[in-house]
C-alpha cells in the first residue's frame, strides 16, 4: 500500500553549535569527523521526523569540505529529506558558519546521507514519498535518481571486488 506524501519542509531539522578549541586541530579549524558527526545525527532527526521510525545510516556521499570552520565561529548544521524510495531516503545536509563579530556566514561543508528505515523488527520498513515546493527542494528531488543510480553502481562495484 502507498503511504501518502510528505513535504520536504516536514523534515527539516536543524542544529547549532559553536566551535570551541576541543573541536578543533592544529590548524585552529574544525575536525572533519567531529563535523561529520553532527551531520550524521541531524540527518538521522531529518530522516527519522519523516518516516517515524527507527534508521540507519546506509550511506554518506558527496561529503565536501569547501571551507574551513575556525575557532569561535558558530555552525548551523541544516538536514531535510530529498527523496525516498521504498524504505531508503536520501537526506541533503549543509553546515555553514559564522563569525559572531562579523556577521560573516558562509557554506563550509555539503554533503548527502542515505537512510533505511527499520521497523519494529528491525527490517526495512516503506516510507511515504517526497513533495519538494521549494526551488531548492524541487531541485535535489529531481537530481536524486543520478544521485542514487551512481550509488547503486558503486555499491555493485564494491561488491564485485570484496
Known sequence: MEKAGKKAKDSKAIMTQIIFPLDTNHHDTMFGGKVMEYMDKIAAISAMRH???????????SLDFVAPIKVGDVIEIEAF???TNRSSMEV???????NLFSGYKTTTVTAFFTFVALD??????????????SEDEIRLFESAPERYMQRKSRMMQRNATI
Open 81 to 83: 529529506v530529498t527523496r
Open 51 to 61: 518516516s517515524r521510525m527507527q534508521v540507519v545510516t546506509a550511506s554518506t556521499d
Open 120 to 133: 519494529d523488527q528491525g527490517k526495512p520498513a516503506q516510507v511515504a514519498p517526497i513533495i519538494p515546493e
Open 92 to 98: 541533503y545536509v549543509s553546515v555553514q558558519s559564522e
